[in-house]
């Protein structure tokens, strides 16, 4: 069916009148988290005190190494 000339003026201004818009709706979210970065570690080697932090979670001993307590994970190496 052939379109007439009205309907093609019609259609045409028609298409004059859209308008086409963006929108974006935010909302500001807000919370904590907790994560463990590792263990503050107390330790005594040959009567002195010192401390160190871990990345594993230490037993009730640590391993020492020339004279140095060793903060590497025993399952690393």
Do not use: I, W
Not at 60 to 71: E, H, I, R
Request: aromatic share 6%.
């Amino acid at each position: 069916m052939a379109r007439t000339f009205g309907n093609q003026v019609q259609e045409n201004s028609q298409k004059k009148n859209v308008v086409t818009s963006t929108e974006h709706r935010c909302k500001t979210v807000n919370y904590t988290t907790e994560k463990l970065v590792g263990y503050d570690v107390t330790y005594r080697l040959e009567g002195k005190e010192g401390t160190l932090r871990t990345t594993f979670k230490p037993g009730p001993t640590l391993p020492v190494k020339d004279g140095q307590v060793v903060a590497t994970s025993p399952t690393s190496g």
